[in-house]
């Protein structure tokens, strides 16, 4: 019975999966169902592959009638949106010419349009912030999220579903909502536009993720592990630190990147908690066009650089990604 | 040998059903310390800014006058509701939440009935047909306002309008010039679907998936029709996640629909992509900051949005029960 449902025929029948033979018409259709949603997929993804595209055209290619989808590529949106440069004319930009060949490559790119690099644009700050906050975040909520999830899996805790909700319900809220007291509370703290005020709020933002998620993974090592730790003489915290921890490696790992990826991609608070220090790169492209001669290659080529690192992830983390977006409520 | 095992298990025995008091004293207090700095972190920076903001709303307060907030009772929820301009934001908000959510569920069905079964590289394939949803909306909405610009962008080059002057302006809601109120509306409702139908799909795939074979084969055996099929065990069965994946829809509409709108239009042309967050940013982070009232308006919508989800749970535990 069990090697029939290993190797029978399962997928390609039509009607009814008693039938042994696959007719040809149900294998065609399977081939043509296949193509399909390839050709969908292609179709959904053409935006992506379109910013792709113009994130390497130049200046004038950018702004063609009809859009051109073979073009010379250049680096020049990247050099727009990383770099300050001033104009050179006369004499000067002779001279540049000159020296060219000191120049490094987005020098020479720039100095195509007759222009100077003069150091690196408000946009590289940008990324930095978006990196450190992210980053500082998602260490700090998976960490405590660690600790909450394990004492949820494991512990007995007076109302206990409850609390879950609300934690959950935490994630629900609409960012606007909560942002007008925020904004009040932080500027009184003095942690509006800091690192740390947005480290802690985006921390905050990751827990109820964090501690939905690990609570799946740790839920499913088996308890008797620690029991038979606890057993031998280590003590509560030596178990959850040397039986736990390692068990939960992937599941940690995938709840770490989803966490990164959630506070990569915020946009709402960030637009309404920072000005001018910590302002991290979401809000930046967003307000990036029209200012400064900022061409859309650059917005390209900014956007690019968002959603390669999300692409990959996306990836990655495949297996996962229904927890990740679920907060662990539905498993695969 | 026996023997030797029967006392192991009964040290055990012993052990667990008296614990060590100093241990079990220790579970406590790892607990307690465990919880602790997460629940410390929600209160301060969660709840409490609900309850601040439950008190600005009912008070009068500019947050850049350098005033005291005054109480003055439910004057500022009057104000919303009787605001005309409200009723329309909410309408906006409202067709913006159906039509996007509607269409996310029959797309995402659609594909998932399409992907349910394996085939070569069918793994690959729904990977990249979810890479949208794992994308900043903010971004997306940036590089979408790209696609729809009526000159250079793709979205009309690909729909065959080769002279601009007679495409349409997309997100200027203008057909051929001709004002048309509802295309940047429905743009921003596109991008919307397109960006999370793959969510919907991955759901309601996983719900698919979970359809015990048997039920099939009892129904091939009574002859039953494919369609019989699907309205009798794959529509009952997903429903439950179904469900669960509209609760997450609305609630994330409400949301997320923020950082799309901002990215494409900011709400214009006039108010016509005006969804209820964008306003309530607008009223209180932009011009006369009216903190009070953005509160009030803020409470109201996360009223909503709690009716709405209640409404759902119900709904899916009378589900889940009749099943």
Do not use: C
């Amino acid at each position: 019975m069990a090697s029939f449902e290993e190797t029978g025929p399962r997928n390609p029948v039509t009607e009814s999966i008693r039938v042994d033979k696959v007719h040809p018409r149900a294998r065609f259709l399977d081939n043509a169902r296949a193509i399909f949603v390839l050709i969908l997929a292609l179709i959904g993804l053409i935006p992506v592959l379109a910013m792709g595209l113009t994130a390497f055209k130049s200046r004038a290619d950018v702004v063609a009638v009809p859009p051109k989808i073979a073009f010379e590529p250049t680096l020049e949106g990247f050099v727009f949106l990383l770099t300050e440069r001033s104009q050179l004319s006369g004499t000067k930009l002779e001279e540049a010419k000159a020296n060219a060949d000191d120049l490094g490559l987005f020098g020479q790119i720039a100095l195509r349009n007759g222009q100077r690099i003069n150091g690196p644009s408000d946009y590289v700050t940008r990324l930095w912030n978006s990196l450190i906050i992210a980053g500082g975040s998602t260490i700090i909520s998976v960490v405590l999220g660690l600790f909450a999830a394990y004492a949820f899996s494991r512990f007995d805790i007076p109302g206990k579903d409850d609390l879950l909700f609300f934690i959950l319900s935490t994630r629900m809220l609409p960012a606007v909502v909560v942002t007008i007291p925020l904004f009040l509370m932080f500027r009184q703290l003095g942690l509006f536009d800091t690192h740390l005020g947005m480290i802690l709020l985006y921390t905050v933002f990751n827990l109820s993720l964090t501690v939905w998620l690990l609570k799946g993974f740790i839920d499913e090592i088996p308890r008797e592990y620690e029991e038979a730790a606890l057993v031998d003489g280590y003590t509560r915290f030596q178990a959850f630190y040397k039986i736990v921890l390692p068990q939960a490696a992937t599941g940690i790992a995938a709840t770490t990147v989803f966490s990164l990826i959630f506070a990569w991609n915020e946009y709402a608070f960030a637009l309404m908690l920072t000005s001018n220090n910590a302002r991290t790169a979401p809000p930046a492209i967003a307000t990036m066009l029209g200012r400064g001669g900022i061409e859309w290659s650059a917005i390209a080529a900014g956007t690019l650089t968002f959603l390669i690192p999300v692409v990959i992830i996306t990836f990655a983390l495949r297996r996962h990604l229904l927890r990740g977006v679920t907060f662990g409520a539905i498993r695969q | 040998m026996s023997t030797v095992i029967k006392s192991q298990t009964d040290v055990a025995k012993v052990r667990s059903a008296q614990p060590n008091p100093r241990r079990d004293l220790s579970d406590k207090a790892i607990r307690n310390i465990f919880i602790f700095p997460t629940l410390v972190l929600l209160i301060a920076i969660n709840v409490f800014p609900l309850v601040y903001s439950l008190y600005l709303s009912f008070t009068n307060y500019s947050a850049i006058a350098n005033k005291q907030p005054v109480w003055v009772g439910f004057e500022n929820f009057g104000r919303v509701l009787s605001d005309e301009r409200m009723w329309e934001i909410f309408s906006t908000t409202g067709q913006y939440v159906l039509f996007s959510v509607a269409l996310q569920l029959i797309l995402g069905f659609a594909l998932a009935m399409l992907v349910r079964d394996k085939f070569f590289g069918s793994g690959l394939v729904t990977t990249l047909i979810l890479v949208p949803m794992m994308l900043s909306p903010v971004v997306v909405g940036l590089f979408w306002k790209l696609m729809y610009n009526p000159t250079f962008g793709y979205v009309n080059y690909l729909l065959g309008f080769s002279n601009p002057s007679l495409a349409p302006d997309w997100l200027a809601s203008r057909w051929a010039g001709d004002p048309t109120p509802g295309l940047a509306l429905w743009a921003v409702i596109i991008v919307d679907v397109w960006m999370w139908t793959p969510f919907v799909m991955l759901l309601i795939l996983s719900g698919l998936k979970a359809i015990p074979d048997y039920l099939y084969e009892a129904a091939a055996i009574d002859r039953a029709s494919a369609w019989f099929q699907f309205w009798r065990i794959t529509l009952p069965q997903v429903t439950p996640l179904m469900m669960i994946a509209i609760l997450f829809r609305t609630i994330e509409a409400f949301n997320k629909s923020f950082d799309l709108v901002m990215g494409m239009t900011g709400g214009g042309p006039g108010t016509q992509t005006e969804v209820v967050a964008v306003t309530l940013y607008k009223q209180a982070f932009q011009g006369q900051w009216q903190t009070g009232r953005a509160s009030a308006l803020a409470y109201m919508v996360l009223i909503i949005i709690i009716a709405i989800s209640n409404l759902y749970i119900r709904n899916l535990n009378r589900m889940k029960e009749g099943a």
